[in-house]
């Protein structure tokens, strides 16, 4: 699924998921606060139909006279044209009830329940002790429909409570004001949440678009072209992105052409090379005059140094183009030791160097850039090792790391050259011999980085250990 699509899918998640909670924490809230508005109304109207019903009072007691009884009918009779935000009402639907202080009903606006005992409703009930009395109740317990709210309100004569009044609400008069919130809390949320998606979709077309562009451009550098730079209007990440890669691009197109030009030297500079080799070696057998033996012994050995020098910088143009290391596998490092002491026999007589080295250790590592890497080691430490001395090979693993350590006995390093030994084309001069071309640790790091590891040099107090610390397999 493409990028911009899972922005929008998520951005909508979130939105519809908050949308929701809102919209049904509204609707939760709708019908009560409709029902407490009714409520206080209602409160109102019998306290003040309580002192009406009070001004008629005979000798402490209630009494609803012709008057009022029929005031009342008329109040419940009217027929009415009200319109209320919209909402027709046509009739009155309050109920009216007056009772004793027994509770007995004296009046019913419904002209039913005179007579009736209503002490044990809550309404009642509360208010003839002094509380605020109020209920809610069914007509027909199976139907939430046919609630009625009740308020009551005290009827008192010289401070003494005669009476109550109660004003019920049904709930089928409020639940058109009750629907309309709804309807309305629905149509504009849903407005507001196609608002929000149709931004959220604009959002992500432009977003998709920046990103596009950037990944056009990627493709074709990837691929070799050299396009334009994009265009991004504004300053955000992705331009900022955008100018990275260009930057990015510019260095490698930089880093490319010097590794083909050195790659393309390299590779010109052997065959004269080997010819001017040749060539001094024919005149080395046909000179006899001392002086001219000595200039054509440099040759050879000149020759062989710059040989050498190129087959360095060769192999450490193939190690920095690697991305990632060809399968590892468990390698003996005994038969490499071998082999190097083989090939450097005539060092090693010439300085009369011993080696001790590991028997049966394996490292967990791609064998050829290994190879390497534990030639260059050991060619730096016979370089500056001691006459008479020995070279250290040793593995040791822990805390999930191999460590593969080659320690000589000779000068140490100063402390301003340890932390750049490890550069390119760093280097410092042996006792006896010319400086080296400074690439053989440079190399090791570079195999000890692609390996995931890195490399260590410390001085050791009569010599060197270059270690080079591996992840464990």
Known sequence: MKLGRRLLLFYFFILGLLGWLVLDLVFGQAKPLVRQSAEETLVDAANLLAEIIASDTRQGQVVITSELRAALNRYAGRDLDADIWGLKKAAIHTHVY???????????????????????????????????????????????????????????????????????????????????????????????????????????????????????????????ERPAPPRLRGRDEISDLAEAVTAMRRR???????????????????????????????????????ALHRLTDNVIHESQRLSELLDRLLAMARLEKLESLPARRRLALAPLLADWQQSRYP?????????????????????ETLQLALFNLLDNALRFAEPGSTLSVTVTDAGGEQRLAVTNRGPTIPNYALARVSERFYSLPAPGREKSSGLGLAMVREIATLHGGHLTVRNTGDGVCASLVLPAG
């Not at 629907?179 to 949320?189: C, M, V």
């Not at 930089?254 to 070696?281: C, F, Q, W, Y």
């Not at 049966?360 to 791609?366: A, D, G, P, Y």
């Open 98 to 224: 007056v009772t004793g202080p027994t509770g007995t009903v004296l009046f019913d606006s419904r002209g039913r329940d005179e007579g009736m005992d209503f002490s044990r409703w809550n309404d009642v009930y509360l208010t003839l002790q002094g509380r605020y009395g109020a209920r809610t109740t069914r007509t027909d317990p199976g139907d939430p429909g046919t609630s009625v709210m009740y308020v009551a309100a005290p009827i008192r004569h010289e401070g003494s409570l005669i009476g109550v009044v109660s004003l019920g609400k049904p709930g089928r008069s409020i639940q058109p004001f009750v629907d309309r919130a709804e309807r309305q809390l629905t149509l504009y949320g849903g407005l507001v949440l196609g608002a929000c998606l149709l931004v959220g979709m604009l959002l992500a077309w432009w977003l998709t678009r920046r990103l596009q562009q950037l990944r056009h451009y990627a493709q074709a550098v990837a691929e070799g």
């Open 252 to 290: 490698l197109e930089e880093r490319a052409r010097l590794e083909d030009n050195v790659s393309l030297l390299t590779h010109e500079m052997k065959s004269p090379l080997a010819a001017i080799r040749g060539a001094g070696e024919i005149l080395a057998e046909e000179v006899t005059d001392p």
């Open 347 to 367: 060092l090693l007589a010439e300085k009369n160097l011993s080696v001790q080295g590991p028997q049966e250790e394996t490292l967990w590592v791609e064998p």
